[in-house]
């Protein structure tokens, strides 16, 4: 680890916690004080307003190697990862399952066998993720329904929930019954995500998904942005290392992890208490790690506050 040689007075001055926390993050992230946490929008994710739909099949294979769609599928390659939480998002919830069906890229779901449907679980860290491909649209009478993914989403011990994931920059979305919903119980705003493309020339989305449930704390009602935040890691993709830039802002005690998909520590890269001032962390994997997507984890005190997703190529 290396620390720059920038004034310390200078860099709170220029970097200050409202700079850092209001540029970074969401407000169900911030939190705003003590007596307003418990109540604060953490953007809870809604049912979608077709539910499960006629093409759902039971029992789905599950899948370990994280591969919805097979490397033969037609298709624009697209992956799709998050974090499921609790409903006020102060909790990862580990072990949910994840059922996952779409249509393939001519808009036809199959109806007969598994293809492009399978189930998921979400690490200890509350991680999931999964490669497949960007499904196709098809006609719901006479409008075609914007590309999205179906999810049963089911907490250990909870209720299932039923949504739809979709895209933004989506023509049909406006258009459609229930992606346009942006109110009430099928409110879909939240469920309409970014996609950019890597090195790979795959789309890439991050979908955090919050329900009920019951899970490990990961430091959220005690904030402790005050404190320090990551705010790069670098290149990302990376092959052979990346650097992660953060910001110490009261002295405190600090670590960098790096997990991988399955919830595994891969490297510490700090675990010490640090004086406010920028620092950098350069992860130089071991050459026989393999190529995939790992988050790197920001902790206070031991409370895990921040997570950033990196890709190895």
Not at 111 to 134: A, D, M, P, V
Not at 166 to 191: E, L, P, Q
Not at 196 to 224: S, Y
């Amino acid at each position: 680890m290396t620390k720059p040689s920038n004034n310390r007075r200078q860099f709170l001055k220029n970097a200050s916690i409202a700079a850092f926390t209001v540029g970074l993050f969401p407000k169900s992230v911030l939190g705003e004080t003590q007596s307003t946490q418990q109540t604060m929008a953490c953007d809870v994710t809604t049912k979608d307003y077709y539910g499960v739909g006629p093409f759902y099949t039971e029992n789905p294979p599950v899948k370990t190697d994280n591969q919805l769609a097979k490397s033969t599928e037609p298709g624009e390659r697209l992956i799709i990862s998050g974090r499921v939480t609790n409903l006020d998002c102060t909790e990862m919830i580990a072990n949910a399952l994840i059922d996952v069906w779409h249509a393939n890229d001519a808009g036809e779901y199959d109806n007969t066998g598994y293809n492009l449907r399978g189930k998921f679980t979400t690490n200890s860290q509350g991680f999931y993720s999964f490669e497949t491909i960007r499904p196709g649209k098809y006609l719901n009478g006479s409008q075609y329904r914007p590309s999205h993914i179906h999810f049963k989403i089911t907490p250990p011990g909870k209720d299932t929930l039923v949504t739809q994931l979709y895209f933004k920059g989506d023509t049909d979305i406006d258009k459609d019954a229930a992606a346009s919903i942006k109110t009430g119980n099928f409110d879909a705003t939240h469920r309409i995500v970014e996609l950019t493309k890597n090195t790979d020339g795959k789309w890439e989305g991050t979908w955090d998904i919050v329900v009920d449930g019951d899970g490990k704390n990961i430091g959220v009602q005690d904030v402790h942005l005050d404190k320090g935040v990551i705010y790069t890691a670098q290149p990302n993709p990376f092959e052979d290392e990346v650097e992660i830039r953060y910001g110490v802002f009261n002295k405190t005690k600090v670590g960098i992890m790096i997990y991988d998909i399955r919830g595994q520590l891969i490297a510490s890269l700090a675990d010490k208490e640090l004086e406010p001032e920028k620092y950098s962390a350069v992860w130089k994997p071991d050459p026989s790690t393999p190529p995939g997507q790992y988050f790197v984890a920001f902790k206070v005190n031991d409370l895990q506050v921040q997570y950033l997703k990196i890709l190895k190529i």
